[in-house]
């Protein structure tokens, strides 16, 4: 039982150093020029590469166990929705996960923006929704206010009016505030 025990331990150990490291190290040293085309505003080049380095589905490709490869679905994402290409970006931007709680807000209001443009706004309020439920001074009364948009464009005046009197009470200081 202990030998199978060093064996396993030693076997992730090694896993880890000799195999997880050096993909890591490799995958930001390829991402950096994707980094400065998305940047740039030129997400065609940022997802497909320049023809000498590799763009982030390539990045995905190769090194999507890393955690600059996972980090690489939030880039394809973002950039399929520059470029419109909606359904694309929700498939990408749904199957990113992160710890960090501002990106994943950020990418649960992507998600929403992507199925407004594709004209789903009942999808769209769903993302905006999840993305307002994080309770931060920045992005919740942005997609609050958001989402009081759609209810309105929708006629739904008083949950529209529910979003915005949110914003006004619980966001004060917000600049969405001042907008109410």
Known sequence: IVLAL?????????????YVEPQTAEAERQV???QNYFNNDDFQTALDGDGINPGFLEILDNYGRTSV?????????IS?????????AIEYL???RTK??????????????A???????????????KAAAVDNDVSAPFYLLKKGIVLESQG???KALEAYKTIRDKYKNSAEARQI
């Open 6 to 18: 060093i064996i396993l331990v030693g076997g992730y150990w090694a896993f880890k150093k000799l």
């Open 32 to 34: 950096f020029f994707a």
């Open 69 to 77: 490869g996972k980090l690489s679905r939030y880039y394809i994402g």
């Open 80 to 88: 399929y929705l520059h470029l419109g290409e909606y359904e694309e």
């Open 94 to 96: 749904k199957r990113f």
């Open 100 to 113: 960090n709680t501002e990106l994943g807000v950020v990418a649960n209001g992507a998600i929403g923006d």
């Open 115 to 129: 199925y407004l443009e594709s004209g789903n706004s009942a999808e769209a309020l769903k993302w905006y929704a």
């Open 156 to 158: 739904d005046n008083a």
